[in-house]
């Protein structure tokens, strides 16, 4: 049972179906899975239910979508090439963590399972991918880190450490590489200026602290430090 069975097609919706699952609790529906994948609404209706009559998905009119046993496997196979193929053009081809999330969007259907497998113990096997995103295991289990949006973290003097960087907006990990802002990052957040609705965080060893719009702290995900 390969997951390179799937069309390409397929591949990115069961994917982007346990993606929006991954951090979020909200129940999944055709609208979501529309401004995930940039795809008209009326495309994401038929291909749920082409992928419920594959056995992928279950779901109920005008209700939450989910994935079948079989789908989250198959899920869960994707989220591990995509996340060891950015971690592999990181780490092995001197790629920049921004430029990775295209470029394993489309090697991501290419690959082998074999070449997969190649891969993982070539990187010595890593449980995170270069934006701190959990790979999983090649039996299907994944370790999702502890942690949650440094937006909901409340922003009295404390310290932080970032776990995971979304990696939707390149622009905005350029920004954050700038100011060393990585996965593993101690961050000292304060409550920026008045109705500014932003947050100061220094960073640990930095002189002087950024101030952080809603933009950066939904895209951050930290966990506290208890040391």
Request: glycine letters at 6%; proline letters at 4%.
């Given at each position: 049972m390969s997951v390179s069975e799937l069309s390409a097609s397929a591949q990115n919706y069961v994917k982007a179906i346990w993606s929006l699952t991954e951090w979020s609790a909200d129940p999944v529906t055709p609208t979501l899975i529309a401004e995930r994948t940039g795809l008209k609404l009326s495309s994401v209706s038929d291909a749920v239910r082409r992928l419920s009559a594959q056995g992928l998905v279950t779901y109920a009119p005008y209700g939450a979508i989910e994935l079948t046993e079989m789908g989250r496997t198959y899920a869960?196979?994707?989220?591990?090439?995509?996340?060891?193929?950015?971690?592999?053009?990181v780490r092995a081809l001197g790629y920049t963590w921004d430029q990775v999330h295209d470029e394993a969007e489309n090697l991501e259907h290419a690959v082998s399972d074999f070449m997969v497998e190649r891969i993982d113990a070539f990187l010595g096997f890593p449980s995170r991918d270069p934006h701190g995103d959990p790979i999983p295991r090649a039996d299907g289990t994944i370790q999702?880190?502890?942690?949650?949006?440094?937006?909901?973290?409340?922003?009295?003097?404390?310290?932080?450490?970032?776990?995971?960087?979304?990696?939707?907006?390149p622009?905005?990990?350029?920004?954050?590489?700038?100011?060393?802002?990585?996965?593993?990052a101690q961050l000292t957040i304060s409550v920026g200026d008045a109705y500014s609705d932003t947050i100061n965080a220094r960073v640990s060893g930095a002189e002087k602290a950024i101030a952080l719009g809603r933009a950066a702290t939904d895209a951050l995900y930290v966990s506290h430090n208890h040391h």
């Amino acid at each position: 049972m390969s997951v390179s069975e799937l069309s390409a097609s397929a591949q990115n919706y069961v994917k982007a179906i346990w993606s929006l699952t991954e951090w979020s609790a909200d129940p999944v529906t055709p609208t979501l899975i529309a401004e995930r994948t940039g795809l008209k609404l009326s495309s994401v209706s038929d291909a749920v239910r082409r992928l419920s009559a594959q056995g992928l998905v279950t779901y109920a009119p005008y209700g939450a979508i989910e994935l079948t046993e079989m789908g989250r496997t198959y899920a869960l196979a994707m989220v591990r090439r995509h996340r060891l193929i950015e971690s592999f053009l990181v780490r092995a081809l001197g790629y920049t963590w921004d430029q990775v999330h295209d470029e394993a969007e489309n090697l991501e259907h290419a690959v082998s399972d074999f070449m997969v497998e190649r891969i993982d113990a070539f990187l010595g096997f890593p449980s995170r991918d270069p934006h701190g995103d959990p790979i999983p295991r090649a039996d299907g289990t994944i370790q999702i880190p502890k942690a949650q949006r440094l937006s909901d973290v409340p922003h009295d003097e404390r310290t932080v450490v970032v776990e995971r960087i979304s990696d939707a907006d390149p622009a905005l990990l350029q920004f954050f590489y700038q100011h060393s802002i990585v996965v593993g990052a101690q961050l000292t957040i304060s409550v920026g200026d008045a109705y500014s609705d932003t947050i100061n965080a220094r960073v640990s060893g930095a002189e002087k602290a950024i101030a952080l719009g809603r933009a950066a702290t939904d895209a951050l995900y930290v966990s506290h430090n208890h040391h």
